[in-house]
Structures are given as C-alpha cells and as structure tokens.
C-alpha cells in the first residue's frame, strides 16, 4: 500500500491549486508552476509536507463520494455518525500517508507529462487527468489517473488509478476483509489507533 502511495504522490503534484477551472492549456500550465513550487519548498524544507497534503491538496477530494465508493455495500449498512466519522478517518489515512510519501518522493521526479480527457455523464461533467511521472534512475514512468467530476462548483478526485491499481478498488478489498472480522466500528476504531500513532 506505502508503494502506490508514493506513487500517488509523484503524480498528485498535478492536483495542488488545479482543480478549480476546467482542463485546459491554461490549467496544464497552472499545475506545472504548482508543481515545480511545490517539489522546490519540500526540497528546502520537508517539514511543511503535512500542510501541503491537508491544506493544498486533499481539500480536492471529496472524501464522502470516496468513502461511499470503498464501503461499497457496507456504506447502506452504515448510520450517519459511522458515515462521517469513517470518513474523517479515512482523510487522517491518507493525510498520514501521503505526507511520508511527499517526502520520499519530492526528490526522484524528473519530468512528469499529463493528459486529459473530459466527458458528460449523467449531467455531470468529468474529467479524467493522465499523468506520466519520470524518476530520477528510473526509464519508465509511472502512469496515475486521476477521476474528477464537477461538483460545488470546483473539479473534485473521487478516485486515483496508479499503474492500474485504482486507491478506491483497493482500499474496498481491505477494508470489506477488515468488516467482515471486526465490523464497521472495528474499522473505524482500526483507522483511528493508526492515525493516532
């Protein structure tokens, strides 16, 4: 899991300050200033990793569609108190792994070239960002697709794809094993000690 995150991380740069106008030549070259400002303050200071991950970037992510998505089934099963503290949770899950990843990552990225695709569905406007992140040592990049869909008037990430392994398909298999064992507040209760260590 630490694997995909940092993978996650090398291409989430493309996300930091982006999300909020449509994809586009001016928004490929807003993301790649934020980006190379964002690589330039971790490598002078690591220590701002936790802020960059909380304030800048995981505020695109609309962490209640996610949950919904890795609950699958069991999100039905749920009541709105388990709904919003799982979530809450689940926010604290990725703000502690992406902020190690951020720093292990921040000085292996050489290039990172990006795409997109936009889309209709169901009323609703989606995107998808394609993003091939070059490491220093490595010759093949790592490809990360971003699903985002237009919603409160911002693009919002409901899912991310590394290497074919989508975050929400993955999380759903561990986490579904984990209520099946210990139950839903067993989980809840899992991610809370992790968050807390």
Request: proline share 2%; net charge positive; no cysteine.
């Amino acid at each position: 899991m630490k694997q995909l995150f940092t993978h996650v991380v090398l291409a989430g740069f493309l996300m930091m300050g982006s999300l909020s106008v449509w994809a586009s030549p001016e928004t490929e070259a807003l993301v790649r200033k934020n980006t190379n400002e964002v690589l330039e303050a971790l490598k002078a200071d690591s220590s701002q990793v936790y802020a960059l991950v909380n304030e800048i970037l995981l505020p695109h992510f609309d962490f209640e569609r996610m949950s919904k998505l890795v609950l699958s089934k069991h999100w039905r099963r749920t009541t709105e108190d388990q709904r919003k503290r799982f979530a809450n949770e689940f926010r604290g899950l990725l703000v502690r792994t992406y902020s190690s990843a951020l720093v292990e990552a921040a000085g292996k990225v050489r290039k990172i070239d990006y795409s997109s695709k936009d889309k209709k569905k169901r009323n609703r406007l989606q995107s998808i960002v394609y993003t091939k992140v070059y490491q220093r040592g490595k010759p093949k990049p790592i490809e990360a697709n971003y699903d985002m869909y237009y919603h409160d008037d911002k693009w919002q990430v409901y899912n991310v794809t590394v290497g074919g392994v989508s975050l929400v398909t993955n999380y759903r298999t561990e986490f579904s094993n984990d209520i099946k064992k210990i139950g839903v507040e067993g989980l809840i209760n899992k991610i809370k000690n992790q968050n807390s260590k």
